[in-house]
């Protein structure tokens, strides 16, 4: 049985970026939500399934310091050689539904586009969660972009768990506010449309006061 490594390990070795389906050159859509965060030069931003996104060259760009975490080693090579090493960068690879390292550091902000809909067992959603509220500072955002209730069942040749807003919005929790969503199609490289939510979330500071 294929492991999720060597699932993702082959795609990232035999495709290239503008072929991957959920590759986007106009970020826009990501960097529109960004803007609804209060601006911090040395903010931290965590992105669970990093890739090969162009949305890091847009982040460094920005100043931000940036946790890269993919579960393929392979596409974490390919996207060393492409942005380079930068003392505002922190390399992790590891399956987001799994505990995180000892150590690994806290963020300011948490982008996911195209990550959580890949997770189906209960066990595997419940612990991306759980990463995902233990390394959100307090008054710290979450940025989730995932397939919709509209969306298509398969992507990259896997099952997915689409989302609505109230599914999202429960799974977040308690210690999370909603400050705004969006539904959004994606056109792919094929030219097929996707439809995805944007949702962003705010954690509470410790006395729930905004």
Request: glycine share 6%; with cysteine.
């Amino acid at each position: 049985m294929t492991t999720r490594n060597e699932h993702w390990n082959g795609i990232f070795s035999t495709t290239a970026d503008p072929e991957l389906g959920w590759y986007e050159k106009n970020i826009s859509q990501t960097l529109k939500f960004l803007e609804e965060i209060p601006q911090s030069e040395s903010a931290t931003v965590f992105l669970p399934g990093a890739g090969t996104s162009m949305l890091v060259d847009e982040l460094l760009a920005r100043g931000y310091q940036i946790v890269l975490n993919d579960i393929s080693d392979k596409a974490l090579n390919k996207l060393r050689k492409r942005v380079g090493t930068s003392k505002n960068l922190t390399w992790l690879q590891c399956d987001i539904s799994k505990p995180l390292p000892e150590g690994s550091p806290p963020a300011d902000i948490w982008i996911d586009r195209a990550v959580l809909h890949f997770l189906l067992e209960e066990k595997d959603i419940q612990g991306y969660f759980m990463n995902l509220q233990s390394v959100i500072k307090p008054g710290g955002y979450a940025l989730l972009a995932e397939f919709s209730t509209l969306g298509v069942q398969k992507c990259a040749g896997l099952e997915l768990h689409r989302y609505s807003i109230e599914e999202m919005t429960r799974r977040m929790g308690s210690d999370f506010e909603l400050i705004k969503h969006e539904d959004y199609t994606y056109i792919n490289p094929s030219g097929d449309p996707r439809p995805y939510i944007y949702a962003l979330y705010r954690k509470y500071k410790p006395n729930k006061t905004l």
